[in-house]
């Protein structure tokens, strides 16, 4: 008994020390293993029709994953919640009466034995420990895993609790400080950055999108990712070749377990061809209506379960409908070119000298005109031009950095900001844009000529930088299809 009493003190210092329930699970295997033969064990908890599999320790290979949720009908968890009683299966070998003893038994399991664990009367998990042995454990054996069940289950309930409302605790404390970053911030790159780098704290991805919905299209207009993919901002995909397209019709969330044995739709094979193993696609709602998705995709399969599914909803239905009004109906967004306008560039380049009249540093200010533009538009009419400006804001986005901002600045003239930017590297991104505006643009004769001023090198005020940025890009465009960064 003394030693019992010991085993209990020992474990319950354990719960109080541990970071996670699979430390717990790890350590209550390293104390018992001394007495009784354990090479497999978890703790499978119950979550309505789900079982979640927990504490996976394991000398046997083992079929399932931690933090994997299966089915719970049809179960041996389903069945020792139901009568409250040790189940023990003494030889796999000979046969087995659930769905899951076929799976442990081809990765070398032999014998099993599940306890209840009770809260309140009701078994709320199953602590599951097996041997590659056949009838492994004794009568003896199994008296005592009932006696330390009885003593572990109050204090293991207690930590779940405490986990559940920690983690929902964090969840709040995220949309909390995403909803305060995105109702101060119009740049959707920037907001998006930021709902990244909180979801990362509890979903792994290595490719994360936001996709809207253009009629028959889906849009990328946000991506966060390790991989590269050819699905850069701005690009779009006929929204029948992809897994958005379900969510669509169903209205409801999707998970894709491993993508090279369910492959449905034409996509697919570009993203097994990337390394994308299974992926996750969350609605997107403002006002009742679907207006894109949420796409996080994984070089694993099996990434995504129902924990993962529930964070996801939880921070996208919060933070929605404001993302909604932020980027799509954003008084501060030029619609037809799909930057922004004049207004916030304005509002953003006084914030940008007051910030570095107060913390240093440098940005640059370019001043772009479009050549030619004014013969194609009275050649092709205005929805040919329509059509041209917006070829060319997409084509400065995807070559300009993620930092850099594109305003539509009037007519065929757009203007770009670039934050902690050296005069020299801003030469040398736009002169990347110019090509490359020549070069997808020379069918139609258009090219651009650009004027660059520089903080704190050209001027510390706004008229200052905007006044040699003007004359500059005057002087461009005498020649056409230039850059001018000096007097």
């Given at each position: 008994m003394k030693r019992f009493r010991e085993f209990i003190s020992t474990f319950n210092q354990i719960i109080i020390e541990s970071d996670s329930f699979s430390e717990i699970g790890d350590k209550l295997v390293e104390i018992i293993s001394p007495f009784i033969p354990v090479e497999w064990s978890s703790i499978c908890i119950i979550k309505g029709e789900k079982v979640l599999i927990s504490s996976l320790s394991s000398k046997i290979p083992s079929y399932f994953k931690e933090g994997e949720e299966i089915p719970l009908s049809g179960t041996a968890t389903e069945y020792v919640a139901k009568t409250k009683k040790v189940l023990y299966e003494k030889d796999l070998s000979k046969g087995y009466k659930f769905y899951t003893g076929k799976y442990h038994f081809e990765k070398g399991i032999r014998s099993m034995l599940r306890i209840p664990l009770l809260s309140r009367g009701e078994v709320f998990a199953v602590w599951v420990i097996a041997s590659s042995r056949p009838n492994a454990y004794t009568e003896k054996d199994i008296k005592l895993l009932k006696f330390i069940a009885s003593q572990i289950s109050v204090p293991l309930k207690l930590f779940m609790l405490y986990e559940e409302s920690k983690t929902q605790y964090e969840l709040l404390q995220s949309i909390n400080n995403l909803s305060r970053f995105i109702l101060s911030e119009v740049d959707i790159n920037r907001v998006f950055q930021k709902f990244a780098e909180e979801l990362k704290k509890y979903i792994p991805f290595d490719r994360l999108s936001i996709g809207i919905i253009e009629g028959?299209?889906?849009?990328?207009?946000?991506?966060?990712?390790?991989?590269?993919?050819?699905?850069?901002?701005?690009?779009?995909?006929?929204?029948?070749?992809?897994?958005?397209?379900?969510?669509?019709?169903?209205?409801?969330?999707l998970i894709r377990k491993d993508i090279a044995k369910d492959k449905i739709f034409p996509l697919d094979e570009t993203k097994l061809i990337e390394g994308i193993r299974s992926a996750m696609h969350i609605p997107l709602i403002y006002r009742g209506k679907i207006w894109g998705t949420l796409n996080f995709s994984s070089t694993k399969p099996n990434a995504y379960?129902?924990?993962?599914?529930?964070i996801a909803e939880t921070l996208a239905s919060q933070i929605s409908g404001i993302i909604a009004i932020?980027?799509?109906?954003s008084p501060f967004y030029n619609h037809l070119t799909e930057v922004y306008n004049r207004r916030y560039f304005d509002e953003r380049f006084d914030e940008e000298i007051e910030y570095r009249k107060r913390y240093g540093g440098e940005f640059c200010v370019c001043l772009c005109d479009v050549d030619n533009f004014k013969n194609y538009n009275d050649l092709k009419g205005h929805l040919e031009g329509d059509k041209c400006l917006k070829k060319i804001a997409q084509i400065m986005k995807s070559t300009l950095r993620k930092t850099?901002?594109?305003?539509?600045?009037?007519?065929?003239?757009?203007?770009?900001?670039?934050?902690?930017?050296?005069?020299?590297?801003?030469?040398?991104?736009?002169?990347?844009?110019?090509?490359r505006i020549k070069e997808k643009l020379k069918d139609k004769n258009i090219t651009l000529s650009i004027g660059i001023s520089s903080y704190p090198r050209d001027g510390t005020q706004r008229t200052e930088l905007l006044d040699k940025a003007?004359?500059?890009?005057?002087?461009a465009k005498e020649i056409k299809n230039f850059i001018v960064y000096q007097d």
């Open positions: 028959k299209d889906i849009k990328y207009v946000a991506v966060s990712e390790v991989i590269k993919t050819g699905r850069i901002e701005g690009t779009k995909v006929p929204l029948s070749y992809t897994a958005s397209s379900k969510v669509i019709k169903t209205g409801k969330s379960g129902e924990k993962e599914k529930f932020t980027y799509i109906y850099d901002l594109v305003f539509r600045y009037g007519g065929d003239e757009f203007v770009v900001i670039m934050p902690d930017t050296s005069f020299e590297d801003a030469v040398k991104v736009m002169e990347r844009v110019r090509k003007d004359k500059r890009l005057l002087k």
